[in-house]
Every structure is written in C-alpha cells, then in structure tokens.
C-alpha cells in the first residue's frame, strides 16, 4: 500500500466539556477522494482546524507528506502544499476575483510578497491566477468585485484560491454548502477531476455528492469516528444507519 | 484618466499654487500654512498605510512624530552648542543638516515602530489601540522628564537646519522640499498598495485567516506596514519640528496621533490622497474657524461626526465616489 499524503494520528480537542474530536485518526491515500460526513456540530470543521492549523490538539499529532506538523504554523502547513478551502468563504470582499486569486498565486511563487513590482502586471502571478480562475470557470468575471459574486461562485473563488497554491493535497470543509442542486452538480464533476492533481479529504453535508465521489468514507459523530470503509461498507453498516444516516439512506 | 485621479491632482497641483501666489503677494504665512498642509498630510501617509491598507487603528503615532521632531531637536541643538551628542566609543556630533536629520529621525522611528508593533500586534481591537495609545504616553512623560533636551519646555533651534543647494530660510524653499517629500511618499505609498505586499497586507485586514491558509503570515505583513508607517510619520515629524524651529513633549501627546487619525478621517481612510485632503481641510478649519472661535474643535467633531456618518470615504470619497477596483 502507498504510503499516505496525510494523517492524523489519536486526535482529541476538548471545549469546556463538550469533546469535540475524541481520539479521531485518519489518512489521506494519493489519487482519493476520504469524505468526511456528519451531522451538524460533530467536530468536522475542528478536525479541519487542527490539520491545517490555528487549533492545537490537546492530543495526538498530524503528518503531512511524512512529516509531523502538528506544532507548525497554518501559513507554514501552506507552504508545504496544505490547501485549505473554509465552510464560510474567506475571501476579500472587497477585492476584485482575480486579486483574491493572485493572493494565493504570490505566496506560492517562494519568495514572500514583494514591495515593488505591481502584483497584478507580474505575468507569472496573473498566469497563475488566470489559470486557476479558468479550471473553475470564473475567467470572465476576474475584473469584479467579490462581494459581487453570487454565493456558488464564492465558494467556486475558494477552490480557485486554493488551486494556485501548487497543493498537495486538498482540505476542503463543505465546498458545496449552499450552493443549490446544480452548483453542487457542477462542483462534484470539477471534485471528481480534482483528485487527480492531489488528494482530497473533503468534509461535506450533501450526500449525492459524497456517494458519487467519496473513495472512502469516515463517519464522526460527537467527536469519534464511528466507520471508516468504502461507500459500501458505509451504507451497509448498521451503527451508522442509527446514528446518522437514519433518515433514509 | 478616473475621476479620483483627476480630482488627486488637482488637489496636487492647488497645494503647489497656494504658496507660489503668496509669495507673488507677499504673504508668508499662508506659505508657512501650506508647508504644515504638506507636513500633516505626509505624516496621514504614514497613517495610511497601517490604518487604510493594513485595518491597523494605531493611537500612537504621534510616537514616531516625535521621535522625528526630537531627532531634529537633539542634533540640532548639539550642533548649534558645538557640543558633540557622543564622545566615547565613538564620536558622534550633531547636525544641521535636513537630510542627517531626516535618514536618522527615519530610522529612529522605524526601529520604535518594530519594537512597538512586534508587541502591540500580538493584540487586537480596543486592545491594539490602548497599547499603542500606551507607547505613545510612555515616550510622552519620558520626554517631559528628560531635562538634557529641554524637558516640558522642549527645545528651541534658532536656525532652520540646511539643505544642499537651498536656502531653507525662505519658506517657499522650505515649503519646496516638504512638498517634494510628500510627492514621494504618494508616489511610493501609490506603489505599494499595487505591490504584492499591499494585495497581501490588504487581504489580511479584510480574511486574515484566508492570508494564512495561502501560506502568508498577516502578523509579519503587519508589522512591515507598521514599521514603513511609522518611518513616515517619523519624517512628517523631523520636518513639523524644523517649520517650528521648536520641538516639546506635545509632539508625542495623544492628541497629536489624535489629530492625524481625525484629518485621516476627514480626507478618506484607505484613499490614496485621503491625508492630503484632509490636512489641508484640518489646517483650513483651524485657520478659519480658529480666527472665529476658541472652541472650533466642536466644529471639527460635529463635521467628523458628519463624515462618519454619511460620507464614510471621507472627501475623497465624497468627490470621487467608490473607491475603484484597481486592475
Ligand atoms: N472555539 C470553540 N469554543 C468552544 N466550542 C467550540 C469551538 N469550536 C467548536 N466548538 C464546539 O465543538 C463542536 C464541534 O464543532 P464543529 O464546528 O467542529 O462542528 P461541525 O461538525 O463542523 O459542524 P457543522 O456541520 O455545523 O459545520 C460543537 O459543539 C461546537 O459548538
Ligand atoms: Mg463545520
């Protein structure tokens, strides 16, 4: 078996008393979608947190490409290639498309954000950003403002953003919330492409999505990982028919 | 050529004409009035760059106002005492000349903004504004309670400092170079808003946690506008102190950081020429409403009150509209 991008080794996170990740472990295999599901407040979105960064575990440890990253920095997990897309879109509303693009293009160019040169005359940043404005479709809207995208298109601008990054694998925390039957449609087909650049481990509510794209599936709940197995094994197992897809899956 | 560029040079252009028509009819002191114009809205550059560009609500800017008045005030006087400010380990004398005066106020201001920053920007919010209001009352009392350079009373220079090839005695000279000064910081503070920092630094005000997930540290992108921010306001602070041939603790008063964040205000926060209309309007309104009445600052709040309320990019905004999305 190949060795895995990402993983998360006995991770737990306590608020107060409410056990938000309870010894979850996990990994990221090259070329798979690992669908995280579960129902509102289980702790995927804090699992996010402290693979990425800006949480620090109470226990446990996160490796990255082989390398234990647990105590790095969130700008520093970016660098090596940890491409991170938000539940809410994080982006500059007040900025145009393609200067939130170009954000994530300069930081990947190496060299820190310089002070002089024009960052939107740079030809090899605004390639950059041009192209990953192009694989999601939003070229013709680079020269407007944020704040004037509709909500599918923001959250489209957050995987552009976190396509410039040179990723090695993809965190993506419910790409599709929001965003209507035939955003989530065209999300899923673009995903179902993505992995063949990186890996995903993509936390997400819309079940259609997950069945058609998931590899393989862990299901939280309270804060512990319930299953882990194929879409199959999922849907088979009993446990998480109670606990979560209980409803009619 | 948009309307805020149009209306940013002719704002340009009026500051220059003001006082070459004084000098044609003899009125020195509206060339004296220009040349504070000049000094305050370079100073609101600095201001700009951390408050418009990077959110950062500094109350403390008169800090490094001061450290340039005083690195002004402290060569000088050494100079005109022929009295050298070091003799052991090395022998360092004081200066009358403007561009001594001006890299060191520079760099004394810039090396107060990195220790200041690297503390203050570990907070944020009201905290962030009452630590930086904190530094600046720290240097105030410490400038009132220091009697080798003249204590509460500040210290008088009787001659303004020297320029190479100038005769800064003559305030259209004088006014010149404050003038061309404040062109370059424009300029320079029009570059990096462009630049890729300025992207970055403006990304972190508005997503700190989306600059983060790219890869980019908004504490470092902060504290290198804090420190560039300070440096000019540090140079607004060595010429101030050369136009007053005077500098004293009021320099560092919070009122004076108090004063730059309201002309700021008034001119447009974030606007490029923001600090240049809002220094000549701030200088005009002392100047007029002042002649009316002792209490023109309740004017001043009334119309900050006005701007806050329904003209939130300032005059700037109010004359050229939405900021445009540069490109
Ligand atoms: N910073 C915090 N302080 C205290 N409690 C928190 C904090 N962050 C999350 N929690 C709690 O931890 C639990 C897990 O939250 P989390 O946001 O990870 O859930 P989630 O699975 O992402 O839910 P959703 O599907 O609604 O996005 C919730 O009970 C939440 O209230
Ligand atoms: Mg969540």
Same mark, same amino acid.
């Given at each position: ?249 | ?214 890869? =980019?540290?908004?504490?470092? /992108?902060?504290?290198?506008? %804090?420190?560039?921010? !300070?440096? #000019?306001?540090? +140079? @607004? &602070? ?61 004017? =001043?709040?009334?119309?900050? /009150?006005?701007?806050?309320? %329904?003209?939130?990019? !300032?005059? #700037?905004?109010? +004359? @050229? &509209? ?6």
């Amino acid at each position: 078996m190949t060795e895995p991008v990402l993983s998360v080794h006995n991770i737990s996170k306590t608020f107060g008393a409410v056990k938000a990740c309870d010894d979850v472990s996990l990994d990221l295999r090259p070329g798979e979608i690992h669908a995280v599901i579960g129902p509102n407040g289980a702790g995927k979105s804090t699992l996010i947190k402290q693979i990425c960064g800006g949480l620090k575990p109470d226990a446990g440890r996160v490796e990255f490409l082989g390398r234990d990253v647990t105590s790095l920095r969130t700008s520093a997990r970016a660098q090596a290639g940890l491409a991170r897309t938000f539940q809410v879109s994080e982006l500059a509303m007040e900025d145009t498309v393609l200067q939130n693009v170009t954000l994530g293009a300069l930081a990947a160019g190496g060299k820190g954000p310089g002070l002089f040169r024009a960052a939107l005359k740079n030809t090899g940043l605004r390639d950059r950003a041009m192209s990953a404005l192009m694989r999601v479709g939003l070229e013709d809207h680079a020269a407007i403002r944020a704040s004037e995208l509709s909500h599918g298109q923001r959250r489209l601008l957050e995987v552009a953003v976190a396509l410039t990054l040179n990723p090695k694998a993809f965190v993506m925390d419910e790409p599709m919330a929001g965003m209507g039957a035939e955003g989530s449609k065209r999300m899923t087909g673009f995903l179902d492409q993505l992995r063949a650049q990186a890996p995903i481990l993509l936390v997400e509510h819309d079940m259609d999505a997950v069945f058609a794209l998931a590899d393989r599936l862990s299901v939280l709940v309270y804060g512990r990982v319930i299953a882990t197995g194929t879409v199959e094994d999922i849907r088979a197992n009993e446990e998480v028919r109670t606990a979560y897809l209980g409803e009619g899956a | 050529m948009n309307r805020e560029n149009l209306i940013n040079t002719i704002l340009l252009l009026a500051l220059a004409t003001v006082p070459l028509w004084a000098m044609a009819n003899d009125a020195p002191y509206t060339i004296t009035l220009a040349t504070k114009v000049a000094i305050f809205a370079l100073a609101g550059v600095g201001l700009n760059i951390a408050l418009g560009l990077g959110g950062l609500v500094s109350l403390g800017h008169a800090a490094f106002f001061g450290i340039g008045g005083y690195a002004m005030g402290i060569l000088a006087s050494h100079a005109q005492n022929f009295e050298p400010i070091m003799q052991w380990p090395l022998l360092i004398e004081g200066s009358k000349s403007m561009p001594v005066i001006w890299i060191t106020g520079v760099i004394a201001s810039g090396l107060a903004a990195l220790i200041i920053g690297a503390l203050s920007l570990r907070t944020s919010g009201v905290y962030f504004i009452m630590i930086t209001l904190a530094f600046g009352q720290m240097l105030f009392f410490f400038a009132i309670s220091w009697p080798a350079y003249g204590g509460e009373d500040g210290l008088s220079i009787y001659i303004r400092n020297g320029f190479p090839g100038l005769n800064t005695l003559l305030p259209i000279h004088f006014f010149g170079i404050c003038y061309t000064l404040l062109a370059l910081a424009l300029l320079f503070s029009a570059k990096l808003a462009k630049s890729p920092f300025g992207l970055a630094l403006n990304a972190a005000r508005q997503t700190p946690a989306r600059v983060e997930a790219v890869g =980019l540290s908004p504490y470092r /992108l902060r504290l290198t506008a %804090f420190v560039i921010s !300070g440096m #000019i306001t540090g +140079l @607004a &602070g060595a010429l101030f102190a050369d136009l007053n041939r005077f500098v004293s603790p009021s320099m560092f008063s919070w009122q004076t950081s108090g004063e730059i964040m309201v002309f700021l205000i008034l001119g447009g926060v974030g606007r490029l020429y923001g600090p240049v209309a809002g220094a000549a309007a701030f200088i005009m309104l002392e100047h007029f409403l002042g002649g009316l009445s002792d209490y023109w600052h309740i004017y =001043l709040g009334v119309l900050l /009150l006005l701007v806050v309320l %329904f003209a939130r990019g !300032g005059i #700037i905004g109010f +004359l @050229a &509209g939405r900021q445009v999305a540069h490109d």
